[in-house]
Nanobody
Framework: DVQLQAFGGGLVQTGGSLRLSCAAS????????IGWFRQAPGKEREGVSCMSSADGSVYYVDSVKGRFTISRDNAKNTVSLQMNSLKPGDSAVYYC????????????????????WGQGTQVTVSS
């Protein structure tokens, strides 16, 4: 049974940090592209960061560049999103995602590309 389990969300003050992690069961991340998406109330789901399966290249949406870092730990079969200097605008439910293969960059930013999704973890940044 293939599953993604996300955890690490919570409540933090502006400027604080959180580390989201996502554990996979039933498959390994080695051959999978990875994405982190978020959705705030009343807003569309947006891509936050993604990692190519081909060469591990990482990408970030402009609003989080320099603050967020995506990483993968093959030994633990987990992926993480380190979030620093958090802002109230970062508040959302965050989802980890994965898809086998090597989608092109434009596809990595599209939620429909991914076929495995974690359950979502709430991040709330207070002002």
């Amino acid at each position: 049974d293939v599953q993604l389990q996300a955890f690490g969300g919570g409540l933090v003050q502006t400027g604080g940090s959180l580390r989201l992690s996502c554990a996979a069961s039933g498959f390994t991340f080695d051959d999978y592209a990875i994405g982190w998406f978020r959705q705030a109330p009343g807003k569309e789901r947006e891509g936050v960061s993604c990692m190519s399966s081909a060469d591990g290249s990482v990408y970030y949406v402009d609003s989080v560049k320099g603050r967020f870092t995506i990483s993968r730990d093959n030994a633990k079969n987990t992926v993480s999103l380190q979030m620093n200097s958090l802002k109230p605008g970062d508040s959302a439910v965050y989802y980890c995602t994965a898809v086998r293969g090597n989608p092109v960059l434009s596809a990595l930013w599209t939620s429909s590309t991914y076929n495995y999704w974690g359950q979502g973890t709430q991040v709330t940044v207070s002002s």
